[in-house]
């Protein structure tokens, strides 16, 4: 069986991860591209990484390019073309570059890959995600927004730091927005099936679904140049591998919406089945009336940014 091809379309801080990340799951082969201008930064990373395999014994080809047709054919395309956050920047003030930037990837995209699942990482995610739909007119369960896995990910991370106990014991959802009117739901979140409202009190649990609305914030500020890399790129192969093995994982990621949570024709943060098909399916839960408030006001932003876009 031939080996699966994944294109990375921008090979930069997050690009280059996924790149390294990809080969050492050996997911498929994997080609990076990014603008004729960094072709040799891509092309290097490319070359850097081939060299790194027989340290580990890796088999997949990975390559840099600048021309679209190499990534013909793709079964997974990651999108995270575009410019990052600088200090004092939110993600919507990136709107506008990064709208142009998907418009041109979405219709090399479609040239190309037409039949690839797609995962958008570019920000303001929940608008950009949105845009790379209605551009390429793909099918909605093979659109996806990264952004729920990241932002869960990073509320398990804090609730394993303040508990002393393993993040992978911790299970949690973040609905809503990718950006500081994110949900994390505290009242559903566990550590190996204890609810964390017996490990912490009211006020840290406070603290920690505050420090997870601002987590990208937080680390913009720390590098003071770039936002956060690692931890997006291990959140999208967690999405690449679901897809690519049929593992029906449930992660949150911004799906199309058609009256789920009663919300009809965006991209938002839910809790979504991962498969062969892509978006399999979105599962719903039962929020409370102040749950309810909350991810209508993230709704009704997501909206205000997704108007912008004049798509
Ligand atoms: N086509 C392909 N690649 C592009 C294009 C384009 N039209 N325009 C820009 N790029 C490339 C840049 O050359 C750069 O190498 O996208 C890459 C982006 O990499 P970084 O600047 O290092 O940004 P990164 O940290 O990887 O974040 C990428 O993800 O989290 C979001 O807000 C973040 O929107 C940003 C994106």
């Known amino acids: 069986m031939a080996r699966k091809k994944i294109a990375l379309i921008g090979g930069g801080q997050i690009g280059g991860i996924l790149a390294l990340i990809g080969t050492q799951k050996e997911l498929g082969d994997i080609v990076v591209l990014d603008i004729p201008e960094v072709e040799g930064m891509v092309k290097g990373k490319a070359l850097d990484i081939m060299e790194l395999r027989p340290h580990d014994g890796y088999d997949a080809n990975i390559t840099g390019t600048s021309d679209y047709k190499d990534i013909e054919g793709s079964d997974v395309v990651v999108i995270t073309a575009g410019v990052p956050r600088k200090p004092g920047m939110t993600r919507d003030d990136l709107l506008e570059i990064n709208l142009k930037i998907i418009t041109n990837v979405a219709n090399n995209v479609k040239k190309y890959a037409p039949n690839a699942f797609v995962i958008v990482v570019s920000n303001p995610l929940d608008a950009i995600v949105y845009s790379f739909y209605k551009v390429s007119g793909f099918p909605k369960n093979r659109v996806v927004g990264m952004a729920g896995a990241l932002d869960s990910g990073r509320f398990r991370a804090f609730i394993a730091m303040e508990t002393g106990l393993s993040a992978q014991d911790v299970s949690c959802v973040v609905l809503g927005g990718h950006g500081p009117t994110m949900v994390p739901l505290s009242r559903l979140a566990t550590v190996g099936g204890v609810p964390i409202d017996k490990l912490l009190s009211t006020e840290k649990i406070e603290a920690i679904e505050k420090r997870t609305r601002e987590a990208g914030t937080e680390i913009v500020k720390l590098l003071g140049n770039g936002s956060a890399f690692f931890s997006p790129a291990a959140s999208i192969m967690e999405m690449v591998e ?49 749950e309810k408030a909350a991810l209508a006001n993230t709704a009704d932003h997501v909206k205000e940014v997704v108007a912008e876009t004049g798509l």
Do not use: H, M, N
């Not at 789920?260 to 409370?288: N, Q, R, S």
């Open 242 to 290: 679901a897809y690519l093995k049929d593992k029906k994982r449930v992660i949150p990621s911004a799906a199309l919406c058609e009256g789920e949570y009663g919300i009809d024709g965006y991209f938002i943060g839910v809790p979504c089945v991962i498969g062969a098909d892509g978006i399999e399916k979105v599962l719903e839960i039962d929020l409370t009336e102040d």
